[in-house]
């Protein structure tokens, strides 16, 4: 598959505590991208790392990517359990391929 | 902000029937997207538009068509609904950036759709 992969495919936290997930993938990309989707709702994108990046930083996320081992991580720290969510890696490379996501449980 | 609304949330519609799903941006962007979302599977791109009157197939187009007559919209077409294809379907939009794919998509609310 030229999807991207995430794992672990459930993740269940306490509010405060960090949580990461990870996304891994096969094929050269342009870019990798994080979405995040409510339940019930469409994808809102949360941040976009380009090949040429290893870390990148928006608020509370923190974004690595490792292209000579085709992973990528997403890092959300002093979780919120607003933060209760799927989130999907996008692999880009001359299309868009959406991993099966990762489901967050943020317990207050 | 870039908004993306589609034409209805929910769908309930009868083997065998014609259906319309309409996804709507406001934002000029040339790409035009629908998506189909199923457990464990994830999203499925089933067609793409870069342009007015250009479409192109993605990974699952049988059984659907689309139609994009206007910039700002971009329609899914099912032309004789199978319970199979019962499941959410997202629309997305993006910019064309330098003659590719790549940029940031946005998304509409989604239409879950049921058929019996």
């Known amino acids: 598959s030229q999807q991207g992969e995430e794992d672990p495919q459930a993740l269940s936290i306490q509010e405060g505590e960090n949580a990461t997930m990870n996304c891994s993938y096969k094929?050269?990309?342009?870019?990798l991208q994080w979405y995040r989707q409510n339940s019930g709702r469409g994808l809102v994108h949360l941040i976009l790392?380009?090949?040429?990046?290893r870390e990148k930083h928006s608020g509370r996320l923190r974004v690595t990517l490792d292209t000579s081992k085709k992973s990528s991580s997403l890092l959300i720290t002093a979780s919120r359990a607003a933060d209760t969510a799927s989130y999907f890696c996008a692999t880009v490379g001359n299309q868009f391929y959406f991993g099966t996501g990762t489901s967050l449980t943020v317990i207050p | 902000d870039v908004k993306v609304t589609q034409s209805s949330r929910y769908l309930v519609k009868r083997t065998g029937e014609k259906v319309f799903l309409e996804c709507v941006q406001d934002m000029d962007h040339e790409n035009m997207f629908w998506y189909r979302q199923d457990p464990g599977l994830g999203l499925r791109l089933i067609y793409f538009s870069y342009d007015v009157k250009m479409k192109e197939k993605g990974d699952i187009p049988e059984g659907y068509s689309v139609s994009r007559e206007k910039k700002e919209r971009f329609s899914l077409i099912l032309e004789s609904a199978s319970t199979n294809q019962t499941s959410m379907y997202l629309c997305a939009s993006s910019l064309r950036d330098r003659g590719l794919m790549t940029d940031t998509q946005y998304f509409g609310p989604g239409t879950r759709l049921t058929v019996l």
């Open positions: 094929t050269s990309i342009n870019n």
């Open positions: 790392i380009r090949s040429n990046e």
